[in-house]
């Protein structure tokens, strides 16, 4: 045999044991792995809920939108200590769950007897090795020692409203803590960690006529709890809102309003930016965005429209961001001791000049700045106390609202309605 042949026969070795290595790896699962933050999310955007006509818009309350459909109730529930003995097929349709337990959801399942509420301040409620969570060393004293990462399984079942046929559907969770997956009708959806902040997805093509089976697998633990460790109560589950929305093909997608304040602090530059997106799978005509002002007695400030601005046909899955400005004399102004809100309004229009939705938003008008180490808001000194956020009541946990007081305490919810 040649040395070239030789060298040859070795390099081949060489690559048959590092491929025999490579393929015997187990990768990290999806809750220990840095990387995976969220798989088939949508992107993120501003709060919104679409309405059909600006009397409903102005109401400024999801719930009373024809496209808005809560999931929260009673959802059947599985409660495992570790990943190994979870139910892996929970999510097929066929799969026998009228034998499981019922939990509420939104909650947090220790409030039901499931697992232990924990509390610690400097060190982590796990063995810290980033980004792994399980671990062959815990000390005793740890709850980890004898729940390692427990696992909730979630089923439950909805129907799609007969009027949003043809319109696209997105699943939206609130809060999940900590990471979880999704299964719609046994399609995996996606999934998700990043405990307070939302979760979207669109699952138009998972939907089936008739009863549709949700099933959510949540786990305690991520390496995003990594992130997220400080001084609050440890507690797990769908402690949010979980609710379907519906959407025309071309949607407002995003879209975000903020203003500018002349040097004496009176006039106003309002901009809007507004980012229409074709969820369809065909090419979309043009579409109008009138945006329109309204003030705390809902009367139109100048015209109504305030504004429009247009784009041009969409093709399928493009998005088109849509920037409009206009000068607004003298409006009032919002500060913490004179809470001034307007109600900002836009309306999508088709080719034929047909609405499509309108969505809504309160905005105040205010200019905040730092200035020699000083808060400055409208020109005014503005001192501020900080406070801690991360609040719960008894016999329930974790806040589920994202709503606050004007002072930054969040709402009772008993207070809310």
């Known amino acids: 045999m040649s040395d070239a042949s030789r060298t040859l026969c070795r390099v081949a070795g060489l690559l048959i044991v590092a491929a025999g290595l490579i393929g015997g790896t187990t990768a990290a699962p999806d809750w220990e792995n840095q990387h995976m933050i969220g798989q088939n999310k949508e992107p993120g955007h501003c709060t919104l809920m679409p309405y059909p006509d600006a009397a409903l818009a102005i109401k400024a309350t999801r719930e009373v939108s024809p496209f808005h459909k809560s999931l929260n109730g009673l959802w059947k529930f599985h409660w495992v200590k570790q990943p190994s003995e979870r139910p892996v097929d929970f999510y097929k349709p066929d799969y026998e769950v009228d034998d499981w337990d019922e939990i509420p959801v939104p909650s947090n399942w220790q409030m039901h007897g499931y697992g232990v509420p924990l509390y610690v301040n400097t060190r982590y409620p796990f063995v810290p090795n980033p980004p792994k969570i399980l671990s062959d060393n815990v000390p005793p004293d740890y709850t980890q020692a004898k729940l390692p990462n427990p696992v909730g399984s979630y089923r439950t079942t909805f129907t799609v409203p007969r009027d949003w046929d043809g319109r696209q559907v997105f699943l939206h969770f609130d809060g999940v803590e900590s990471a979880f ?109 009138e945006a329109a002002l309204l003030d705390e007695a809902g009367r139109p400030v100048k015209t109504d429209p305030l504004v429009v601005a247009f ?105 809310q309605h």
């Open 181 to 289: 997956y999704v299964w719609v009708n046994g399609q995996k959806v996606g999934y998700s960690q990043g405990s307070r902040t939302p979760a979207e997805f669109n699952i138009t093509e998972c939907l089936r006529p008739g009863e549709n089976v949700l099933a959510a697998e949540v786990y305690r633990w991520s390496d995003g709890s990594y992130l997220e460790c400080q001084d609050f109560w440890r507690l797990s589950g769908i402690f949010r809102d979980v609710y379907l929305f519906s959407t025309p093909s071309v949607h407002v997608r995003d879209f975000w309003v903020w203003c500018d304040l002349d040097a004496r602090y009176r006039d106003a530059e309002l901009n809007i930016r507004a980012k229409v997106h074709n969820y369809g799978r065909d090419r979309a005509g043009a579409h109008a965005v």
């Open 311 to 415: 784009v041009d046909a969409l093709a399928a899955g493009s998005e088109s961001v849509l920037e409009m400005k206009v000068g607004i004399p003298n409006p009032k102004k919002w500060t913490a001791e004179t809470p001034n809100l307007y109600k900002v309004l836009l309306t999508l229009k088709d080719t034929s000049g047909r609405v499509t939705e309108v969505l809504q938003t309160d905005f105040g008008f205010r200019k905040v700045e730092i200035r020699n180490a000083q808060l400055m808001v409208n020109g005014g000194a503005h001192p501020r106390q900080g406070r801690q956020p991360a609040r719960a009541r008894p016999g329930h946990g974790a806040l589920r609202e994202h709503r606050v007081d004007d002072r930054g305490y969040p709402l009772d919810e008993a207070a």
